[in-house]
């Protein structure tokens, strides 16, 4: 037997409940798939608003009852027949079917093995369970929604979360001048990370003086949507993350700036590139907080305060 969490309900954070279920084999593994002992599994704002029958729930692809969880690091227990380049006892990572059922709050998990792939060594698995999601979104955002280079700048609002920390070092990495807006407690650690400029979003001053300024603007915090915008010169690019936007993009429309809603997937390449970031040290997801598996619901509260640093994992006792 092992442990996951199963949702009978939509709700609050109480309806993620721990289960004992049977762990599964190679005998039930199609050919494509592989079995992963979970070490880690990321906790991210689409596993709230699914939670709450919002997210992928709203949009038909889950139903009840079901396993949460998308983002999971861990070890390869056993494999498909037609599987290769993965072997038992391999550290791997991924983003699980997203945005279909992933089922990776759970300690053991069986994926398409097209959706993981190896744990760079430089990686711990906590830190490996924090990254697809996050990293995958910001690489679309800026190399595929938009194509960011040298000499372009690049605002990032939330720039202290899951997403806005990778975002900054992704951007850095492309050579843009980057302004991250956090709170300021994040603004010594997000300069580290490669920021040029931080803001707090509760400073108006310095916020109005971005106003058409940057080329492209990336909008991963509600409250700061209107600035995003405003920071945006004619001609830039304001990309948004989640529903909701229809006014925004009339108004870039009106602005003559490009708007551009942005929805990650589990796509192989992109999980492939920040992989590979990652291994070479050039992004490094900041872990948080870390709850025991049992604890989803802890860590979902976490989440919805609205103010994470980095990621919020959950991690199982197997850390093989
Ligand atoms: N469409 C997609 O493909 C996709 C993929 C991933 C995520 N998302 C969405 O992108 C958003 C960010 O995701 P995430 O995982 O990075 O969330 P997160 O880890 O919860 O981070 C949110 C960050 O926003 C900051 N923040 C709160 N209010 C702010 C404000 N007014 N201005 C600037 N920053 C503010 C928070 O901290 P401080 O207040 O302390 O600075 C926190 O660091 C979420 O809405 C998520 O659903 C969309």
Redesign the pocket.
């Known amino acids: 037997m092992s442990v996951k969490i199963v949702q009978q309900a939509f709700g609050g954070p109480e309806v993620l409940e721990p289960m004992n279920a049977d762990t599964p084999t190679v005998a039930d593994l199609a050919p494509d798939e592989v079995l992963v002992a979970v070490a880690a599994a990321g906790v ?3 596993d709230v ?1 699914t939670r709450e029958g919002g997210g992928m729930a709203a949009a038909g692809v889950i139903t009840l009852p079901f396993t949460p969880g998308w983002d999971v690091a861990g070890t390869v227990e056993a494999i498909g027949s037609s599987v290769t380049g993965l072997t038992v006892g391999q550290r791997v990572l991924g983003l699980a079917c997203f945005p279909k059922e992933g089922r990776a709050y759970a300690e053991y998990v069986i994926v398409p093995a097209e959706d993981v792939t190896a744990t760079p060594d430089n990686l711990t698995n906590e830190q490996a369970g924090g990254l697809p ?2 990293a995958m ?1 910001a690489w ?1 955002a800026f190399t595929d929604t938009t194509r960011v280079g040298p000499d372009q700048r690049v605002l990032i ?8 920390h990778l975002a900054v070092q992704i951007a850095h990495h492309l050579g843009a001048h980057v302004t991250a ?3 300021t ?2 603004h010594e650690w997000l300069r580290g990370l490669g920021a040029d400029e931080t803001i707090d ?1 509760r400073d108006n001053e310095a916020v109005a003086a971005l106003t058409d300024t940057v080329d492209v603007a990336l909008n ?5 949507r209107e ?1 995003a915008l405003q920071s945006v010169r004619a001609g830039g690019t304001l990309i948004a ?2 529903g909701g936007s229809e006014d925004l993009a009339a108004q870039a429309e009106q602005a003559g700036i490009r708007f551009a ?5 589990t796509q192989r390449d992109w999980l492939e590139s920040v992989v590979e970031l990652a291994a070479q040290g050039i992004i490094e997801p900041t872990v948080s907080e870390v709850f025991d598996l049992a604890e989803a619901a802890a860590a979902h509260r976490s ?1 919805e305060s ?7 994992v959950l991690s199982t006792t197997r850390q093989s």
């Open positions: 991210n704002p689409i608003m999601m996050a979104t679309q609002t939330g720039a202290g979360g899951g997403v806005g807006i956090a709170s407690g994040k979003y991963l915090a509600a409250g700061s600035s993350l989640g809603a942005t929805h990650v997937h989440v609205g103010h994470s640093t980095g990621k919020i």
